[in-house]
């Protein structure tokens, strides 16, 4: 499968062609950030002599921030909520298990059940921010202070109800709900 690195004419496009596979341009600041951290790691992998390079690290360090920020993925462990800023390393658990890079856009895509043969079109902006549209329950409202725990809860339950009933996920109101996560096995396990 061949990769495309900009959005080719009618002409040229390809079911053998993997779009959206780019990545976000980073400083040599966030290369040393990320050639530091380990798979499964976060900032607190970073040397001193570079978060003392940072203002935003010197402050993550004074607080204890959270442990997703600038995290590296692992292999052997579950991905993090693809949010719209998957572009920036020290906005969540999104740099690449293996490279020192972040993930790219059809890695992202990947992770959140999007088939290869989905395509984002627009800006790079817009394309990051069509990432997140995925969601069916956005978690992040409790952080916001928009809902407490117990009314998020509250939307988390109803909202398995409607989808056991028989409400569309987003994912297949979008075309591809034949890919979600399926959270059980059909038939015997053994």
């Known amino acids: 499968m061949g990769i495309v690195s900009s959005e080719p004419s009618d002409e040229q496009i390809s079911e053998d ?5 780019v990545c976000a341009k980073l400083s040599e600041l966030d ?3 990320i050639r530091s951290v380990r798979p499964g790691g976060n900032w607190k992998d970073i040397p001193s002599s570079i978060i003392q390079k940072s203002a935003r690290l010197r402050q993550i360090q004074a607080s204890g921030g959270r442990t997703t920020y600038y995290g590296r993925l692992s292999k052997n ?3 993090y909520t693809i949010n ?3 572009n920036r390393p020290g906005n969540g658990t999104f740099i690449h298990p293996e490279q020192d890079r972040l993930i790219s856009m059809r890695e992202a ?4 059940s999007f088939p290869d043969s989905y395509r984002f079109l627009g800006s790079t902006t817009s394309m990051y921010k069509q990432m997140a549209k995925d969601m069916d329950i956005n978690c992040g409202a409790i952080i916001d202070g928009d809902m ?4 998020m809860g509250e939307l988390i339950f109803h909202t398995i109800l409607e989808t056991a009933s028989g409400k569309k996920t987003k994912s ?9 996560f399926v959270p059980w096995h059909i038939g015997a396990v053994m």
């Open 17 to 21: 062609l993997l779009y959206n596979h």
């Open 109 to 112: 895509a990947r992770l959140q």
């Open 77 to 79: 462990l579950p991905s």
């Open 172 to 180: 297949e109101v979008l075309g591809f709900g034949n890919h979600e």
């Open 31 to 33: 290369m040393q950030v």
């Open 84 to 86: 719209t800023y998957f």
């Open 148 to 151: 407490t725990i117990s009314e």
